[in-house]
């Protein structure tokens, strides 16, 4: 059964701390994404990564990072916590298709509390 | 810039009813969407899609219209179970390029027994 794993369901940072969020897919895809869940926004991408070692930015990629050092694993970083970033964060992955669009394939989130 | 909308944040239906929910996307590059169904704590699962090549796609309960020309695409659902609340997106991607899906807001449905 394919299955996004994320390392997290609650966390609580303080503000200015590292924090790291990981994600591990068990389905050998090439795409993994993070996106971030917040109340009448929506899902907005943060940043997506096509196979290793390779990332792209989102559409709000400000005060994230990510690393791609396996293919399986994909991991967001936020470099110092701030409060407006408090949210559902949801790690994606999905295979590449060429005739349309593969489906994203979601982990259960990580809901983070920055105080 | 929001590229996929769905102006409805909530929705309540009666057990048995047809629930139907509204979506409105602005870009053109757009040739694929996708319905995804969110219940609390846990991640979205794929329900339905349909291609720019169609104006409907049908799954059981479940059926997705898309109108090219208005840019807009709604989601059928019939009839109405108390299983089907939860949060609905709606998202759109473009099938060259980065692929990426932009989602919408969400509407959150609820069945009524």
């Known amino acids: 059964d394919v299955k996004v794993t994320q390392s997290s369901r609650y966390l609580v940072k303080r503000t200015g701390e590292k924090v790291f969020l990981e994600c591990v897919q068990d389905m050998d895809h090439e795409n993994m994404f993070w996106y971030r869940q917040d109340p009448g926004l929506g899902l907005r991408l943060i940043y997506f990564s096509y196979d290793v070692k390779m990332k792209e930015k989102g559409d709000i990629p400000e005060g994230y990072s990510v690393s791609r050092e396996k293919k399986e694993r994909f991991s967001l970083i936020l470099e110092s916590a701030s409060t407006n970033q408090t949210s559902m964060y949801l790690c994606?992955?999905?295979?590449?298709?060429?005739?349309?669009?593969?489906?994203?394939?979601f982990g259960s989130g990580t809901q983070l509390s920055v105080l | 810039d929001q590229q996929v909308k769905q102006n409805s944040p909530s929705l309540s239906v009666q057990e048995g009813r047809i629930s139907i929910l509204n979506c409105d996307y602005t870009n053109s590059m757009f040739d694929y969407f996708l319905w995804y169904k969110k219940y609390p704590a846990e991640g979205p699962t794929f329900l339905i899609s349909?291609?720019?090549?169609?104006d409907k796609n049908e799954d059981g309960r479940f059926t997705v219209f898309l109108n090219k020309s208005a840019k807009h695409l709604s989601l059928h659902i019939v009839p109405s179970q108390p299983g089907d609340s939860a949060v609905y997106f709606c998202a759109g991607a473009a099938i060259q390029g980065a692929q990426k899906l932009v989602f919408g807001q969400g509407t959150r449905l609820t069945i009524n027994p």
């Open positions: 994606a992955s999905s295979s590449s298709g060429r005739i349309r669009v593969e489906k994203l394939f």
């Open positions: 349909i291609s720019s090549i169609k």
